[in-house]
Structures are given as structure tokens and as C-alpha cells.
T-cell receptor
Framework: DQQVKQNSPSLSVQEGRISILNCDYT??????FLWYKKYPAEGPTFLIS?????DKNEDGRFTVFLNKSAKHLSLHIVPSQPGDSAVYFC??????????????FGKGTLLTVNP | DADVTQTPRNRITKTGKRIMLECSQT?????MYWYRQDPGLGLRLIYY???????NKGEISDGYSVSRQAQAKFSLSLESAIPNQTALYFC???????????????FGDGTRLSIL
């Protein structure tokens, strides 16, 4: 039972354009969401997060949008740069029910930004 | 210097061997985690520890054991390695002590383990 789903295994965009990575979740107890970026031969690096009390969080070129009613979040990268090419993981956690430790990850989306 | 260091970075071994993967951190975090990543499956939690005296199973702990030797050190052992434990293993840390926390987890660069 996959509670965090990234339905696009890969995405290709042109440099300078917007990249939109999507993530859906099924567990209504999730109330904190994170995006991680992973380059080959490196560990995942924290990128940006959002709490369920917000619907948008912005950090430079990166913005995460949360639609709780749809159980959907998205990561927007504007403008996209070749250095953004990496695998992006969506992750979620529930801060109640004794599971505040646990991050549930999606399978990842490989973003390729073409010069 | 890396904040979360995993050793070794790569390991090839044979079925039935005992393997230990080590993780050390300089972030001063209380919480440490071990994950494995398989192609197309994302990251799955093996074990986690909130402090030196606290060890908990994650979603896929069978065949693994851990030891929290100190706040900064958390090792993962495969007592008798089998081929389906071939994977990329990540250690992670986070702050927040024992209370619910939204502090993100910080990952090491991984250990690529191959079991023949």
C-alpha cells in the first residue's frame, strides 16, 4: 500500500522553464511534507518543506504547494537550471499517533533540465 | 567535512557473511535512522533510534540489527547476508529530541552493498 505516490518516474524540461513535480498521498494523518533532491552517488538532500497549516511555502526558486482536500502537493522550480537535474523525492510524516519519527517516501521523479 | 559519514561506501560480500555498516555524525542530533533504497522503491526505514538507550524497528527490520554505541554513532548489521539485501543503504539524523518535531532528516552519502 503506497501512501506517497509520485506517478511520473521522469520529467524533462528546458533550461529557464518551469519544472513541476507532483506528489499524491493517501494517509489523511500526514501533516508535514518534505522534498528531497538526490544526485547520483550522494545521499538525499533536504530541499523544502511545508506544514499542513499552510498551502504554500517558497524558498528562492523553489515553491511547494499543498492542496489538502485533494491530498496533493507539487514542487515548482522556476527558472529551471541544468544543475537541478536530479531525482526528487516527496516525503510525508504524521506528527501524531506515535509515528512522528517516520518519513514515508515516494519512489522519486528523475528531473532532467536540458541546456 | 561531511556531517553524516557512512563507511564503507561500497562493499561486495558473499551470502552468509556478517556485515556491519557504520554511521557517524557531527550534527549533535539525537535521532538516527537507517534506510535502504531499492531501484524503483524509494527509501524504506529499517531501524531508528531517538537516543542511546532507544532502538526501534522500522518497516523492514527482518534480517537486520542495529547498535547505538554513542549519540554520534549508529551501526547496522546484517547477521547472515542474503542476495535480496543487495541495496543502497542510507543513514540519516535529525534533531528534535523525544518530542514531535518537524526538523528534516539529513542523510549520509550511502553505502552500496552487493551480496553475491
Amino acid at each position: 500500500d503506497q501512501q506517497v505516490k509520485q506517478n511520473s518516474p521522469s520529467l524533462s524540461v528546458q533550461e529557464g522553464r518551469i519544472s513541476i513535480l507532483n506528489c499524491d498521498y493517501t494517509n489523511s494523518m500526514f501533516d508535514y511534507f518534505l522534498w528531497y533532491k538526490k544526485y547520483p552517488a550522494e545521499g538525499p538532500t533536504f530541499l523544502i518543506s511545508i506544514s499542513s497549516i499552510k498551502d504554500k511555502n517558497e524558498d528562492g526558486r523553489f515553491t511547494v504547494f499543498l492542496n489538502k482536500s485533494a491530498k496533493h502537493l507539487s514542487l515548482h522550480i522556476v527558472p529551471s537550471q541544468p544543475g537541478d537535474s536530479a531525482v526528487y523525492f516527496c516525503a510525508a510524516k504524521a506528527n501524531s499517533g506515535g509515528s512522528n519519527y517516520k518519513l514515508t517516501f515516494g519512489k522519486g521523479t528523475l528531473l532532467t533540465v536540458n541546456p | 567535512d561531511a556531517d553524516v559519514t557512512q563507511t564503507p561506501r561500497n562493499r561486495i560480500t558473499k551470502t552468509g557473511k556478517r556485515i556491519m555498516l557504520e554511521c557517524s555524525q557531527t550534527k549533535g542530533h539525537d535521532r538516527m535512522y537507517w534506510y535502504r533504497q531499492d531501484p524503483g522503491l524509494g527509501l524504506r526505514l529499517i531501524y531508528y533510534s531517538f537516543d542511546v538507550k532507544d532502538i526501534n524497528k522500522g518497516e523492514i527490520s527482518d534480517g537486520y540489527s542495529v547498535s547505538r554505541q554513542a549519540q554520534a554513532k549508529f551501526s547496522l548489521s546484517l547477521e547472515s547476508a542474503i542476495p535480496n539485501q543487495t541495496a543502497l543503504y542510507f543513514c540519516a539524523t535529525s534533531g528534535g529530541g523525544g518530542a514531535p518535531s518537524n526538523q528534516p532528516q539529513h542523510f549520509g552519502d550511502g553505502t552500496r552493498l552487493s551480496i553475491l
